[in-house]
C-alpha cells in the first residue's frame, strides 16, 4: 500500500493553463505538506496543512491555492502556469501537530514533474 | 533562509569504501534528520537524531551531531552500487514548524 500517493507523476502543460495535483495518505497523519523542488534539487516548503487548517504559507504566488477536503488529503490547484513553475512538487506528511515543533520524521510521495511549456 | 548546508556537494567513490557527507546548520534544534533520494523518486528518510545525541547508527548508517558546532555528519560504511542517491540532512525551520532542507549531496558509488 502506497503511503503517500500524488497524481499525475507527471505534468506538461502549456503557459497560463490551470492545473490540479493531488495527494492522498492513508498513515493517518495529522499534517500535510506540499515542497518544491528545483532543478539544482533545492526543496522549499510551499504549505502545510493540520486536520484540514492551513498552518503555513509561505511567500509563494497566490496563484497557487492548496485545499484539504480532509485531513487524508491535500490538493495542490494552479492558476495560471508560468515558466518558473516548472519544477517537481513533493506532497507529505508526518505525525506533527501545530505547537509541538517539527519531531517526526515526514513521509514523501514520488512528486510530480511539472513542465510548462 | 537556507537552513541546513551539505558538504561536499558531490561525492564519487568505489563500492566498498565508506562515504561522510556533513551537514551545518544555523539556528537551534530539537532534531536533525537525513533523508536520501534516489533518481527521480521521493525522499526517504534514514534517520532522526535528537539534540541530546551525539551518535546514531542504523545498519551501516552512523549519524552524529555536535551542537557546539552545528554540525552532523553522516557516514555509510561498506557501500554499495545501490547507495548511489543524494542524500539531505533536515532541521527545523526558523518557526519550528516544518524542516528545512540543505541543497543535498549526490553520492556516486561506483562499482
Known amino acids: 500500500d502506497t503511503a503517500v500517493s500524488q497524481t499525475p507523476k507527471y505534468l506538461v502543460t502549456q503557459m497560463g493553463n490551470d492545473k490540479s495535483i493531488k495527494c492522498e495518505q492513508n498513515?493517518?497523519?495529522?499534517?500535510m505538506y506540499w515542497y518544491k523542488q528545483d532543478s539544482k534539487k533545492f526543496l522549499k516548503i510551499m504549505f502545510s496543512y493540520n486536520n484540514k487548517e492551513l498552518i503555513i504559507n509561505e511567500t509563494v504566488p497566490n496563484r497557487f491555492s492548496p485545499k484539504s477536503p480532509d485531513k487524508a488529503h491535500l490538493n495542490l490547484h494552479i492558476n495560471s502556469l508560468e515558466l518558473g513553475d516548472s519544477a517537481v512538487y513533493f506532497c507529505?506528511?508526518?505525525?506533527?501537530?501545530?505547537?509541538?515543533?517539527?519531531?517526526?520524521?515526514?513521509?514523501f510521495g514520488s512528486g510530480t514533474r511539472l513542465t510548462v511549456v | 533562509s537556507q537552513q541546513g548546508e551539505e558538504d561536499p556537494q558531490a561525492l564519487s567513490i568505489q563500492e566498498g569504501e565508506n562515504a561522510t557527507m556533513n551537514c551545518s546548520y544555523k539556528?537551534?534544534?530539537?532534531?536533525l534528520q537525513w533523508y536520501r533520494q534516489n533518481s527521480g523518486r521521493g525522499l526517504v528518510h534514514l534517520i532522526l537524531?535528537?539534540?541530546?545525541?551525539r551518535e546514531k547508527h542504523s545498519g551501516r548508517l552512523r549519524v552524529t551531531l555536535d551542537t557546539s558546532k552545528k554540525s552532523s555528519s553522516l557516514l555509510i560504511t561498506a557501500s554499495r552500487a545501490a547507495d548511489t542517491a543524494s542524500y539531505f540532512c533536515a532541521s527545523p525551520g526558523d518557526y519550528g514548524q516544518n524542516f528545512v532542507f540543505g541543497p543535498g549531496t549526490r553520492l556516486s558509488v561506483l562499482p
Open positions: 537524531i535528537r539534540s541530546n545525541e
Open positions: 539556528t537551534s534544534i530539537n532534531n
Open positions: 507529505a506528511s508526518s505525525q506533527d501537530r501545530p505547537g509541538t515543533g517539527v519531531l517526526y520524521g515526514y513521509t
Open positions: 498513515l493517518g497523519h495529522d499534517t
